[in-house]
Structures are given as structure tokens and as C-alpha cells.
């Protein structure tokens, strides 16, 4: 992983108890009641954190898919409606590592919050499309995610996830190559580069979805 992050310092703390509890869980359920299958699992396990894994969103339980999937405990952007109590602060946010988010807004408190995730060397997870039961893939892609890429100059990793899950039957996901923003695009953070990157994210999903035999 070729990643320009500056000042990256990679922290290592133990997994909390109930991150770790649901792993196992996690394995069961997409093995027995929506098994799964991947095109190219593998291309997660060479790649060094930090880095932002970014997939579509059609299903409630997508994070847990991606957590699987990924060897590094994840950190999610998640919508600030979901912290709705204590209880939901304390689960979402300290035992499943959830930023908060006010969507489709700049919110200053959540994007400082994955700059530091990324600066400590840990793996940030973001729905681009910044909801779920959109009618097309990648309908609209929110551009803080390109921001936040361009501006820490860090790759994207996407994964593909094909619709909605259907219980005991065979689901599909595909995991791409990373998008290397800091050697695409050498002028760096831009309104311009940005968008460019929006429609990169865009186009390179589609590709992704084109990968299933069933698909094509």
C-alpha cells in the first residue's frame, strides 16, 4: 500500500470484547443464512492500513459484511440518527467504532474524526452513496468521501456488494484494486479533482457489477 497520509501512526489496541464476540457470529451468519460469495477475497489481506474501504449500500447489515471481509477492525461512518440514546451511543459508537455523521452535509466534527482514524493507521469504512434503497448503483456519490481522499492523499479500496441479500440462497461481492488518488491526481485537493474522483468511483463500481457472470 503506497499511501501519502502524513505523520501515520499506527495504534494498536486490543479489539473490543464485543467487536471480537461478533466475528464468530458474523462468520456463522454469512456461511448458513446469506452465504456468500467473493470474487477476489484475497485482494484485502495483502493490503496495508491505512485505507478507506468504500462499498454500496442496499442492506442494513452491509457493515458486517465488510467487516468480515476485512483483516483490520473497522471504523464506519454512520448516519447520526442511528445514536438515538445512550445505550445506541455506547454500543454503536465505543464497542463497533461508528462516527457519527450528519448527512448530506460538510460536518466538520465527523470528518476530523476519520482524518484522525486514518492518521493513527486504522482502516475507515464509508458508503459513498451516503444511503441505502437508491434505484441505481451509485446514483449519487456524496463528494466527501473524494475530499477526504484527496486531502489525506490515501487509496480507496471499494467492494461491490450485489443488491439486496436473500436468505439461503448464494449472495455475491466483489473486491476491487485501490484507487491510488495521490498518483491519480497530482494536483492534489480540489473542488475539480473531486468530482473527477465521484465519477472514478462511479464508473469503477459498474465494473465491478459487470464482474458477476449473472450480471453480464
Request: proline residues 6%; positive net charge; hydrophobic residues 40%.
Amino acid at each position: 500500500m503506497n499511501t501519502c497520509l502524513e505523520e501515520v501512526t499506527v495504534v494498536k489496541k486490543p479489539k473490543t470484547f464485543l467487536y471480537s464476540f461478533l466475528r464468530p457470529i458474523g462468520w456463522l451468519t454469512f456461511h448458513l443464512v446469506y452465504p456468500l460469495r467473493v470474487i477476489n477475497r484475497s485482494g484485502l489481506q495483502h493490503l496495508k492500513a491505512p485505507y478507506i474501504l468504500i462499498a454500496n449500500h442496499k442492506n442494513a447489515i452491509d457493515p458486517g459484511i465488510l467487516g468480515l471481509l476485512c483483516p483490520y477492525e473497522l471504523f464506519t461512518l454512520g448516519k447520526h440518527e442511528l445514536i438515538r440514546n445512550r445505550f445506541l451511543s455506547w454500543l454503536l459508537e465505543k464497542q463497533l467504532h461508528m462516527i457519527p455523521v450528519a448527512r448530506h452535509s460538510f460536518d466538520l466534527t465527523a470528518m476530523r474524526a476519520c482524518i484522525s482514524t486514518l492518521k493513527q493507521g486504522k482502516v475507515l469504512c464509508v458508503f459513498p452513496e451516503g444511503t441505502r434503497y437508491l434505484e441505481h448503483l451509485m446514483e449519487k456519490v456524496e463528494k466527501g468521501v473524494a475530499l477526504l481522499a484527496l486531502r489525506q492523499r490515501i487509496d480507496l479500496v471499494p467492494v461491490y456488494i450485489d443488491g439486496k441479500l436473500k436468505p439461503f440462497r448464494m449472495n455475491h461481492a466483489v473486491i476491487g484494486e485501490p484507487i491510488k488518488t495521490a498518483e491519480c491526481f497530482a494536483g492534489g485537493y480540489s473542488e475539480q479533482n473531486a468530482d473527477r474522483l465521484c465519477e472514478i468511483i462511479r464508473e469503477r463500481f459498474y465494473k465491478l457489477r459487470d464482474m458477476l457472470p449473472h450480471r453480464r
